[in-house]
């Protein structure tokens, strides 16, 4: 499901990693990561800061990269030196998943209460 994130990431010269993410209630949600900038190298141990990006109502993770390099928030962070999380809420097309709920035949599954 995330061959676009991935591709446009990887043809920008980045790094790319998905995570799934299962939550007390259930929901399984996608997480993406840039563990480095273009200009790095992955055998690097050194700790990094870790940054967490979310994203608003209607809304995606790819929001912050989609850009490019020197025009998105992530990918400027990435190449600073940080280790760049991006989460997806519920619902979105990268944490559309629950362990039991299908979103397409059970409203619960949209119930977030």
Not at 9 to 34: A, C, K
Not at 44 to 57: D, E, Q, R, W, Y
Not at 65 to 71: A, K
Request: charged fraction near 20%.
């Amino acid at each position: 499901m995330c061959n676009f994130q991935e591709e446009l990431l990887t043809g920008y010269g980045y790094p790319f990693e998905n995570h799934m993410v299962t939550t007390d209630d259930g929901y399984v949600l996608g997480l993406h990561r840039i563990p480095h900038g273009r200009n790095e190298s992955g055998d690097n141990t050194k700790t990094k800061p870790a940054v967490l990006i979310m994203h608003g109502l209607c809304s995606s993770s790819v929001d912050f990269f989609v850009l490019g390099p020197e025009r998105s928030i992530a990918l400027l962070l990435a190449d600073q030196g940080y280790d760049i999380w991006l989460g997806n809420n519920r619902g979105t097309t990268w944490s559309r998943n629950h362990i039991s709920l299908d979103p397409d035949k059970n409203k619960t599954f949209w119930d977030y209460r």
